[in-house]
């Protein structure tokens, strides 16, 4: 009976502590969600929603090639740019992390600078960088060349600014897991054979390799989400999934099918997140090397 | 053949008797010379130790010979090559760090098998020889674990392991027992022995501690400010210490200093305190200099007081006995001579008549210390 009395104090304990977070994840998270997920089943008629339980919304999504074309092209987008910044990421973390020294705080402050600016601003800057008459086609032009129409209202213009923008947020997970790496194994690696590259991939990536997945989640459901960056640098074709799907809620007032989008996004970027997470052995993180169980 | 040419060749041919030969090597940290013109040579199959206290250069040493630190100067010779442009993994070395460093996202097996595997070895091969190692260092059963669930022994035998499964040309070692507590240390230089004199691979092993060097190894360097005091036979350097700085090191030591009063045929009167004392007159030594006499705790006798009766030519001081220390098969004796300075005598232990806060005897021969020029005030 103690012991169960015990177990039974522990446990009221642990739910004492646990409320906090969870009434924030069910009033910011679960609610907002759920009523998006019972609108998808919904249908829109002259602005209002109407409460007839059906599939249609999805069927639409699915079937209809413009839907799945703007769908195919923001998740090339996203694994894109993901992929970029994750190559761009990790020589940058690593530098800051090994040899940043007293100035490495500084340096990670640096590279969330233009966060400090909020987002439109910045990609008004991106806009002023690569646009018509930005910066590097005026220099073109000036020296005699053709401009670069590819930097130009295009896809790379928008895949140019959302690595841009969402860059940081991998440099910084990245940089956090290095903080806790022990430089020194990658000398132990080296001593026992292996080529600086090798050692890389043998001991720094695995044992950094949760960081780069949180990296990587943080880059890919914004990208995957983007509105303001592909409408203000992609131009008139440049529009995404994400533009199509704030459409439904502007102008054409058909937020049912907005909702399935919505869900639809939120599924993809879970199932991406998931994905990630499956190649996380725990055991072989070096976080806690203990067998489940023991 | 011209005598340059076949001077060079003879040269080589020197050079690859040996397992590793240093030769002038140099490194330096801002104003800081970590390491200072050192020359070495390591015999094959030799267990050689690395003693000095610490921030003397002994990890700066290892590194330059393992290839993590580049030598400012001088040249790296590894089984009768010349590695010092190589990088660490293209010298065929082994290291165990201090701190192990095993990987810990690794298995036991895995992080024993790393070298192989950087080697391309056979899967079977591999086998054949994780299995020896792990026999030689009795871990067999363990493979499947992760670091962090082994004890510290364990996990420094992993360590062992590692660096010795891929038969390199040298096996060096960072002060490896460090991190152990005394017990299991003990039982660790055993076994550091054993797989020495099993697999015949040369030990290089840097220590600051002068009983687990003595222990150990062959032959020792004993190290000082980046340069080495002393190299040579482990026996040598305990007898015949070159420099005051290797007989202050080795050994339990009473150190004494004073200055020349008189000389008389080989010997040295000195006034240490008060007290005159005969000492080996080190050379060049006149009357009116300094002298610092190292004494060794095992070289001297204690006696309850009028009952000494030591050998021709012994010096007897009576003192106050402090302190007594059992050690088992001796005692150190802690006692308080007449000018209140204090001494420490290590002779077997007599329960009987050596009572705290007596009046004793203590003797020792004037030879049986070592004795150099002090170089200034105490
Ligand atoms: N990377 C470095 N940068 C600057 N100075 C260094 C560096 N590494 C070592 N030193 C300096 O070189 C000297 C020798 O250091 P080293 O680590 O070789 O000593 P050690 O004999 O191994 O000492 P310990 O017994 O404490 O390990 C010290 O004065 C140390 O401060
Ligand atoms: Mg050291």
């Known amino acids: 009976m103690a012991v169960k009395q015990f177990l039974h104090s522990k446990d009221l304990k642990a739910l004492a502590l646990s409320l906090p977070g969870a009434l924030f994840i069910i009033f910011f998270l679960f609610i907002p969600l759920a009523t998006i997920v019972v609108y998808s089943f919904w249908r829109t008629e002259s602005y209002t929603m109407i409460a007839d339980w059906n599939l249609n919304n999805y069927l639409t999504i699915l079937t209809t090639k413009t839907y799945l074309t703007f769908l195919f092209r923001s998740l090339s987008m996203s694994l894109a740019v993901s992929f970029i910044s994750l ?101 132990a690696a080296m001593i026992n054979g292996a080529s600086p590259l090798r050692a890389f991939w043998e001991v720094t990536l695995p044992l950094n390799w949760i960081g780069t997945c949180i990296g990587l989640a943080l880059v890919f459901i914004p990208t995957f989400a983007a509105t303001i960056t592909p409408k203000f640098l992609g131009g008139v074709n440049g529009a995404l999934y994400g533009n199509i799907l704030a459409h439904q809620f502007g102008s054409t007032g058909t937020w049912a099918l907005g909702s399935a989008m919505g869900v639809l996004m939120f599924t993809i970027s879970s199932l991406f997140v998931f994905i990630v997470f499956k190649t996380v052995n725990l055991n072989r993180s070096g976080y806690t090397g203990k067998i489940a169980g023991e | 053949m011209d005598t340059n040419k076949f001077l060079f060749f003879f040269k080589d041919m020197q050079t690859s008797s040996y397992a590793l030969q240093l030769v002038e090597v140099e490194k330096q940290f801002g104003d800081v010379r970590a390491v200072d013109n050192v020359s070495l040579e390591v015999k094959k199959g030799e267990f050689f130790a690395l003693l000095g206290p610490s921030g003397s250069g002994k990890t700066t040493l290892l590194r330059i010979i393992a290839g993590l630190e580049s030598a400012g100067k001088g040249s790296v010779f590894i089984g009768g090559k010349n590695v010092t442009k190589n990088p660490p993994y293209a010298r065929g070395i082994g290291m165990v760090f201090q701190d192990f460093l095993l990987f810990p996202h690794k298995t036991v097996g895995e992080n024993i098998a790393f070298p192989l595997k950087m080697k391309k070895m056979s899967a079977t091969h591999q086998q054949e020889q994780l299995s020896w190692v792990l026999d030689l260092v009795r871990m067999k059963g363990y493979e499947d674990r992760f670091p962090n669930q082994l004890s510290g022994g364990q996990k420094q035998r992993v360590a062992l392991a590692r660096g010795l499964v891929a038969r390199p040309d040298i096996l060096l070692l960072d002060e490896p027992l460090a991190n152990l507590d005394r017990e299991l240390r003990k039982e660790m230089e055993v076994e550091m022995r054993r797989f020495q004199a099993e697999i015949d691979i040369p030990f290089v092993y840097v220590t600051h501690n002068q009983e687990e060097a003595l222990t150990l190894s062959n032959r020792i360097a004993v190290m000082k400010d980046g340069h080495f005091e002393q190299v040579g036979d482990k026996l040598e350097l ?125 003797s020792w021969l004037p030879s049986s210390g070592f004795s150099f020029a002090a170089d200034g005030e105490e």
């Open chain 1, 87 to 187: 190559i761009y990421s990790w020589p940058v973390a690593y530098y800051i992390a090994k040899y940043g020294g007293r100035y490495r705080l500084i340096l990670t402050m640096l590279t969330a600078a233009p966060f400090f600016t909020g987002i439109l601003l910045r990609v008004t800057a991106m806009q002023q960088i690569l646009g018509p008459i930005g910066v590097v086609n005026m220099f073109l032009s000036n020296i005699g060349l053709k401009p670069l129409h590819l930097l130009m209202y295009s896809h790379y213009a928008t895949g140019l600014g959302l690595i841009y923008l969402w860059i940081p947020f991998m440099v910084l997970a990245i940089y956090l897991s290095l903080l806790t790496f022990d430089f020194k194994l990658l000398d």
């Open chain 2, 238 to 362: 305990y007898d015949e210490p070159a420099t005051a700085f290797v007989a202050s090191f080795l050994g339990l030591n009473n150190t004494i200093s004073g200055e020349v009063l008189r000389q008389e045929n080989d010997f040295s009167f000195i006034d240490w305190k008060g007290i005159e004392l005969k000492i080996p007159t080190p050379n060049g030594i006149k009357p009116g200099d300094r002298i610092a006499y190292y004494l060794r705790s095992e070289k001297m006798h204690i006696n309850p007081h009028g009952k000494s009766n030591p050998v021709d030519g012994s010096i007897t001081l009576t003192a106050v006995l402090r302190d007594i220390i059992f050690k088992g098969q001796y005692s150190d004796y802690f006692v308080i001579l007449d000018n209140d300075e204090e001494m420490v005598i290590s002779d077997v232990p007599d329960i009987e008549s050596l009572k705290i806060g007596g009046k004793v005897d203590v």
